[in-house]
């Protein structure tokens, strides 16, 4: 991956004698009366030390006052253990342990990875709920880091307390899970529960690995569990197995009055669904999930190569062909990940599969590459096509990929870190990247219409001469089992998910280095990225001509989405709120973009207006 493109490969609170403040009674703007704002370390309400000391001994030792590794090379830059920091920011697993660090090292004129003052590195939901309860009687801002991997950067803000769940990592696997009072309206079956700190690659070590099953999850291993699911989540077989977020049977959370809830479909169904899509951090802090599992296909598999066109003409051809061949071929539950097209007339497959072996797989695809191959003067393989499958058991066996296919994984480095501490190759570019812009929107299968498909084309295209453009098919659920799209229609996710047969994805970032603001020698080029995000955002102009209101993902979305509400939730947004109003009437949880985020000021610590 070259810079300036971006493309995604394959915590029982005790009682103590205080009373509650109620922010209900503060937070409305009444003439005459300052607005209710949240508290900074700079503020006489700060609480003093010996306040914390209370917050600690109550958590058992866990707050931790969080000391950035940035800190030391805004200081000196070029000394040996800023460029060891650097080194290690590319390792997903170093920024995962530490809790002043995000995923993303920032967005251009959005926002940059910036720590909380203080953190509760959270066992369980009573600690959990203590830090809840401290940041709502103190008036504090509040954040939430599982995996870190926001790219809006929910998981960060400056002078707030983070509740910390990453040691919140059990696993168990079930045979006959039946959720909690659905005794009498539900069948057991095989499950797993996991923590809100578990990351998928952990998961489907334990499920698929050693359990022989298949959960559905991200295509990122090194996604937290918990905000995946929060925000509908899509991994590379979800045209088959549908959206993450369906496959919810239970959770517990922390709601904004401390109290920990077990919510499933029939114990506080309305909260139930809002988790199921609703977005992260905003309804409360899930401290574990139960997620049903399924049968493992006998195979999975991976199809790739790379052409490049002679002409311009020549290439809306091949875009012609490939859309005519992915409508008739792979528009179904067997495929899914993505294509890319580049403005240099080049088209780069990366496609998942299964249900079908590899011998299927390539007969599959051979009249495609005959069309390619009958057209020399047209077409030259950059990268051959290579089609290969792998038994089910060992797709996220470490084991295996490091003795079949060492290139696939990168390995934690780290002194003594788990064997099980790998993630894709693929994902290299992404840890540790500013980024200059990123949109989505969903492609409505009804332009794969013979009568529509010429539009698609000259529109992907066009979209084409300003960036590259990725469609993630499996981002998308026409073409799903019924059974799938109707488990997803009971979601909070924005219903035009049920009826995109993709997702565009157009983003880019500075992923060398990596890139940080505020320490010298390591900063982004920011007149380059404007330049970068200027063609970012005309690609995605270019190609909304023919999906004007399609909406998009709110996990990978543009960080100044206009209509937002409607974007990531079309429909469910008015059903969104009152769920909010109901379990968060104060506005203790927010993140940027959330649910109910609308009534706050941008950095989330002042009240704008009232609740109704």
């Not at 959370?253 to 909260?271: E, K, M, R, S, Y």
Request: charged share 20%; aromatic share 10%; hydrophobic share 40%.
């Amino acid at each position: 991956m070259h810079r300036r493109k971006f493309l995604k490969g394959s915590i029982v609170f005790p009682a103590i004698a205080i009373s509650d403040i109620s922010l209900q009674s503060t937070s409305h703007a009444v003439s005459g009366i300052a607005p209710f704002r949240r508290v900074r370390p700079t503020d006489p309400e700060w609480p003093s030390a010996g306040v914390w000391e209370k917050l600690n001994q109550q958590v058992k030792g866990s707050l931790i006052k969080i000391e950035s590794p940035l800190e030391n090379c805004r200081i000196n830059p070029q000394s040996a253990s800023c460029l060891e920091t650097f080194r290690e920011l590319k390792n997903p697993y170093f920024i995962g342990d530490q809790p002043a660090l995000t995923q993303s090292s920032g967005w251009l004129d959005a926002w940059t990875t910036s720590p909380s003052i203080y953190a509760v590195a959270a066992k369980n939901s009573n600690d959990v709920a203590a830090a809840v309860n401290f940041a709502r009687l103190h008036r504090l801002r509040l954040v939430v880091k599982g995996g870190g991997h926001s790219y809006q950067g929910t998981s960060n803000a400056p002078d707030s307390l983070l509740v910390w769940t990453r040691a919140m990592n059990k696993i168990e696997l079930h045979d006959q899970f039946v959720p909690s009072g659905c005794g009498s309206e539900m069948k057991p079956q095989p499950a797993v529960s996991l923590g809100s700190g578990v990351i998928w690659m952990h998961a489907y070590d334990a499920v698929t690995v050693k359990g022989g099953r298949y959960v559905q999850g991200g295509g990122c291993g090194t996604v937290g569990v918990a905000g995946l699911i929060q925000s509908g989540g899509f991994g590379s077989y979800s045209k088959n197995y549908g959206l993450a977020a369906a496959a919810l049977l239970e959770a517990e959370i922390v709601t904004a009055d401390g109290n920990t809830l077990v919510v499933n479909a029939c114990q506080h169904p309305d909260l139930f669904w809002g988790l199921k899509g609703g977005g992260g951090g905003s309804l409360g802090i899930i401290t574990r999930l139960t997620l049903k599992t399924r049968e493992l296909p006998l195979w999975f598999g991976a199809a790739s190569g790379e052409i490049r066109a002679s002409s311009d003409e020549a290439f809306k051809k091949l875009i012609e062909r490939v859309m005519a061949f992915y409508t008739e071929k792979l528009f179904n539950p067997n495929w899914g990940e993505q294509i890319q097209l580049y403005a240099d007339n080049r088209l780069a497959i990366s496609m998942n599969f299964q249900g079908v072996d590899g011998n299927q797989a390539r007969n599959l695809w051979k009249p495609f590459l005959d069309w390619v191959n009958s057209s020399p003067q047209d077409y030259r393989w950059e990268k051959p096509m290579n089609v290969q499958s792998l038994p089910a058991r060992h797709m996220w066996d470490t084991d295996f990929f490091t003795r079949f296919a060492s290139s696939a994984i990168v390995k934690d480095d780290r002194p003594n870190a788990p064997v099980g501490n790998i993630f894709w190759s693929g994902n290299l570019d992404e840890v540790g990247i500013f980024w200059e812009a990123y949109h989505s929107a969903w492609l409505p299968a009804d332009l794969l219409k013979e009568n529509k498909q010429h539009m698609l084309v000259e529109a992907l295209f066009a979209a084409s001469r300003h960036w590259t453009v990725g469609l993630h098919f499996n981002k998308g659920l026409a073409g799903a089992p019924v059974q799938e799209i109707e488990a997803a229609r009971d979601t909070a996710m924005n219903p035009a998910v049920l009826s995109a047969f993709a997702l565009a994805i157009i983003a880019g970032g500075v992923e060398t280095g990596p890139a940080v603001l505020g320490v010298a020698g390591h900063e982004p080029d920011i007149q380059e990225a404007r330049r970068a995000a200027d063609h970012i955002n005309k690609s995605m102009e270019t190609l909304r001509q023919v999906i004007p209101d399609s909406g998009s993902y709110v996990s990978e979305s543009n960080f100044f989405e206009s209509g937002w509400q409607q974007s990531f939730w079309g429909s469910n947004y008015p059903k969104l709120a009152a769920i909010k109003k109901q379990y968060d009437p104060d506005g203790l949880f927010f993140v940027h973009h959330g649910v109910g985020s609308e009534e706050w000021s941008a950095d989330g610590f002042t009240k704008l207006k009232a609740g109704k």
